[in-house]
């Protein structure tokens, strides 16, 4: 329901590039201590939640995301990703499975063997009636400042890498496949996106201000299991 998990999950708020790394908000921390309390573990009402942990893995450390029937997410403050000299988002993730009964473009199908979201700061009063009623609803159920414009960046398991549609709950969310199918399976992959450039894509107008980032998966829909890890994010400097 809109009203469930689906916005829930617009309650989040606060690549890694050879080059040029992404802010190590991940790998400065400790494998096996408590997550910082700048950080938030986000559950969902009447949803299992993940367990989330931070791992040793070659030798850094990152975010470890068990997903078993359950979801959530994990809000990264943005103050932690570095200054936005840069519109381009970097980060790496993994995830040790696809999940074969997912259909991103399905409700009762809508999970994902991982997911980042990048939320906006688009002005209330510049939406159509029905998204002010929806967000304001949202913003009255749940008690925080529900974002009001969102893009998705996903690990798929059937559609094309590339292919990028409205969330099948609400069209204040864009999703963008980045690595889609098995061949990745196990493997770290390296993203590098402009996300001001994929907002203005989805939305039709110049992004505003970023207001939060989150990182996690899902699989109460298709009542599955999957494991992500995420290494460090920032803006490229």
């Known amino acids: 329901m809109y009203i469930s998990k689906r916005v829930a999950s617009f309650c989040l708020l606060l690549s890694l ?6 802010q190590d908000i991940f790998s400065k921390l400790s494998p096996g201590q408590a997550m910082p309390k700048d950080f938030r573990m986000v559950a969902y009402p009447n949803v299992k939640p993940n367990q989330f942990a931070l791992v040793t893995d070659d030798g850094k450390t990152v975010l470890k995301v068990e997903s078993n029937n359950s979801a959530g997410s994990l809000a990264v403050p943005v103050a932690l990703l570095g200054r936005q000299t840069s519109n381009t988002l970097q980060w790496r ?54 974002p ?6 996903v690990w798929d398991n059937k559609h094309r890498v590339g292919y990028t549609a409205w969330s099948p709950f609400t069209q204040r969310l864009r999703k963008v496949v980045l690595q889609s199918g098995p061949d990745a399976v196990g493997q770290w992959r390296i993203e590098a996106r402009d996300v001001a450039a994929d907002f203005k894509q989805a939305f039709g107008f110049d992004a505003p201000a970023i207001t939060g980032i989150s990182v996690g998966n899902d699989t109460d829909n298709t009542e599955d299991h999957v494991t992500s890890w995420f290494g460090d994010v920032g803006f490229k400097k």
Do not use: N, Q
């Open 17 to 22: 590039s050879l080059a040029a790394p992404a």
């Open 93 to 146: 993730w993994k995830v040790d499975r696809v999940l074969d009964k997912a259909d991103m473009d399905e409700k009762m199908a809508d999970d994902h063997s991982a997911r980042l979201y990048v939320f906006f700061d688009v002005p209330l009063e510049s939406l159509s009636l029905a998204d002010r009623t929806k967000i304001k609803l949202a913003r009255s159920i749940s008690g925080v400042d529900v």
């Open 148 to 153: 009001t414009a969102a893009l998705c960046y």
